[in-house]
Each structure stands twice: as structure tokens, then as C-alpha cells.
């Protein structure tokens, strides 16, 4: 296996270049709705008129939007670069591209998909200043929540393997992160706070496009860790072979 090290650097470059390509899914598929929304401000917001930007709309959609996703990226390919050093080797015989493979899917469902589907992004013009404290709240609850979830359906399906059988174990713990996110997704609050007469498509497009976003960051982090550990671990056994 590789050292910490080089596995973390390795994931960092990973996360950098999934930086980059949620920068160009970001850009192409989200700006669009974003600046509907921005126009709906503007057309029926009295104190948005007349006010100076601090940072042009331009740099936002481009240079900050390039920086975001960039430290996103990096710091995200990290993280998952050692959750893919703890979870390597305890997956039966599941290799370096099946196991981050793995590692990316459940962490995209359970970091991204879950906490979105009970508190999605919003675009501009649909937040209240007074709400957004609460939204946040709940919003890390639901992230806190899911967590705790995938924890439990692991510790369930490690402990369930000798009485069970892996296949079998698997589903139980499965079944134990749908159910606890269900009662989460019920019992938590909702918000709603989209004003009349903003369009819906817009919404639904703005909130598919963060979703997206996410898709491509942990579609790219997956099958770029994979594939770049098993090729370190592939000329490394070359090298000890000579």
C-alpha cells in the first residue's frame, strides 16, 4: 500500500483536477439559472437597485466560482483520500478502483445527495436574511444525521458477516441508513421560502445543476483515485520485483 503520504498527495491532485471539472459543470449548467434568478431580484426588489457591487457578477461566475471549487476539490480529495486508506483491504477483495469506487458513492450519498434532498440550494432572490441561520442549522443536522447513519449501517453490516453472510449483512446495514434517514427527512423541519411568482423551472434547474456539481466532484474523485493508487501500487510492485 502507499504511505499516508503520498496517498494524500496523490488525493489532493485528484480533488484539484475535480475541482476543475465541477468549475466547467458549474459554469455552463448553473450560471444560467443564477442569473434568472439575479434578474427576478432585480425586477421586483426595490433596494437592489442603485446598489454598487462589491464584486462584479463576471468575476463571481469565473474567478471566484474557479477558486471555490478548486479549495472545494482539494481539500475534499484529502479527506477521501484517507477514508479510502481505512476502508482498502476491509472490502473483501475489492481492488483500488472498486474500492474508491465504493468509498465515492457512499460518500456522495451520504454528504451530498441525503442533506439535498430535504434541503436543497437555493439560487439568489429565494433566501430571507432572517432564515438563513435556521436553514444552515438544520441543514448540518440533516449532514450530522447521515453521518451518524452511514456509521451505524457499517458498524450493522461488520457485525452481521459471520451470522449473515456479506451480501445479506450489507443489505441489513443498507436498510438501517434508509430508515434512519427517512424518519430524519420526516421529522425535520421544512423551509420554504420561494417567493410567488418565481419560476419553477428556474428552481429545478438551479437545484439540478448544485446536484450535478456534486455528481462530477465525486464521479472524478472515484475514478481518479482508483485508477491513480493502482497504478502507484502496480510500479511499485515492479520496482520490489527488480
Known amino acids: 500500500m502507499l504511505s499516508p503520504r503520498s496517498l494524500l498527495i496523490r488525493g489532493m491532485l485528484v480533488g484539484l483536477a475535480a475541482g476543475v471539472l465541477a468549475f466547467v459543470f458549474a459554469y455552463l449548467v448553473g450560471e444560467g439559472p443564477i442569473d434568472a434568478a439575479i434578474a427576478f431580484e432585480e425586477a421586483h426588489s426595490e433596494a437592489a437597485v442603485g446598489e454598487p457591487e462589491l464584486?462584479?457578477?463576471?468575476?463571481?461566475?469565473?474567478?471566484?466560482?474557479?477558486?471555490?471549487?478548486?479549495?472545494?476539490?482539494?481539500?475534499?480529495?484529502?479527506?477521501?483520500?484517507?477514508?479510502?486508506?481505512?476502508?482498502?483491504?476491509?472490502?473483501?477483495?475489492?481492488?483500488?478502483?472498486?474500492?474508491?469506487?465504493?468509498?465515492?458513492?457512499?460518500?456522495?450519498?451520504?454528504?451530498?445527495?441525503?442533506?439535498?434532498?430535504?434541503?436543497?440550494?437555493?439560487?439568489?432572490?429565494?433566501?430571507?436574511?432572517?432564515?438563513?441561520?435556521?436553514?444552515?442549522?438544520?441543514?448540518?443536522?440533516?449532514?450530522?444525521?447521515?453521518?451518524?447513519?452511514?456509521?451505524?449501517?457499517?458498524?450493522?453490516?461488520?457485525?452481521?458477516?459471520?451470522?449473515?453472510?456479506?451480501?445479506?449483512?450489507?443489505?441489513?446495514?443498507?436498510?438501517?441508513f434508509v430508515a434512519v434517514i427517512a424518519v430524519a427527512q420526516v421529522l425535520l423541519p421544512s423551509i420554504e421560502e420561494i417567493p410567488d411568482g418565481f419560476s419553477p423551472l428556474v428552481l429545478w434547474n438551479f437545484r439540478l445543476a448544485s446536484l450535478g456539481t456534486q455528481v462530477v466532484v465525486w464521479a472524478a474523485l472515484g475514478l481518479g483515485l482508483g485508477a491513480v493508487v493502482e497504478r502507484g501500487l502496480r510500479r511499485e510492485s515492479v520496482l520490489s520485483a527488480h
Open 55 to 176: 464584486v462584479s457578477r463576471t468575476v463571481q461566475s469565473t474567478l471566484g466560482l474557479l477558486t471555490a471549487t478548486l479549495i472545494y476539490g482539494v481539500a475534499l480529495g484529502g479527506i477521501f483520500s484517507m477514508v479510502f486508506a481505512a476502508a482498502y483491504g476491509r472490502l473483501g477483495r475489492l481492488g483500488p478502483r472498486a474500492t474508491a469506487a465504493l468509498v465515492a458513492l457512499a460518500g456522495f450519498v451520504t454528504v451530498a445527495l441525503v442533506p439535498w434532498l430535504k434541503y436543497p440550494a437555493n439560487p439568489p432572490a429565494t433566501g430571507s436574511a432572517d432564515s438563513i441561520g435556521r436553514r444552515t442549522s438544520l441543514y448540518f443536522l440533516m449532514l450530522v444525521i447521515a453521518l451518524a447513519s452511514l456509521a451505524l449501517a457499517i458498524y450493522i453490516g461488520r457485525s452481521q458477516v459471520t451470522r449473515f453472510g456479506l451480501w445479506n449483512a450489507a443489505i441489513l446495514g443498507a436498510g438501517a
